[in-house]
């Protein structure tokens, strides 16, 4: 019957492996997961009219939602695309045109 000391011994020798494999799930595995989690909830929450990018660098309006498959306009052309809701990168921030004073304005100012 093994004693109290080659349990101790037992354990010693697995306790860093267990500490690593805890180690890796909060550095690695949990942040991925939160990252998913999101991309999903961003996903599935694009509407009509949202304007978003795809992973292929199309950047357009939602036209029309149905189930996994979204039509965007891409130009002032009205292209239309079809694409899959896996496809998009993220959502854009609505467009403002905001217009910059050149750089060399403040030297011909003085």
Not at 2 to 31: D, K
Not at 36 to 61: H, L, N, P, Q, Y
Request: proline letters at 5%.
């Amino acid at each position: 019957m093994p004693g109290a000391q080659e349990y101790l011994t037992a354990i010693g020798q697995f306790a860093p492996l267990v500490v690593l494999i805890v180690l890796f799930y909060f550095l690695m595995i949990r942040p991925q997961r939160k990252r998913d989690k999101a991309e999903r909830e961003m996903r599935s929450s694009i509407d009509v009219g949202d304007e978003i990018s795809t992973i292929g660098g199309f950047i357009g309006r939602v036209v029309s939602v149905k189930d996994d498959v979204l039509v965007i306009e891409t130009s002032s052309d009205r292209t239309k695309l079809k694409i899959y809701r896996w496809a998009i990168r993220g959502k854009e921030a609505p467009a403002t045109e905001t217009v910059e004073a050149p750089k060399d304005a403040d030297k011909n100012a003085k």
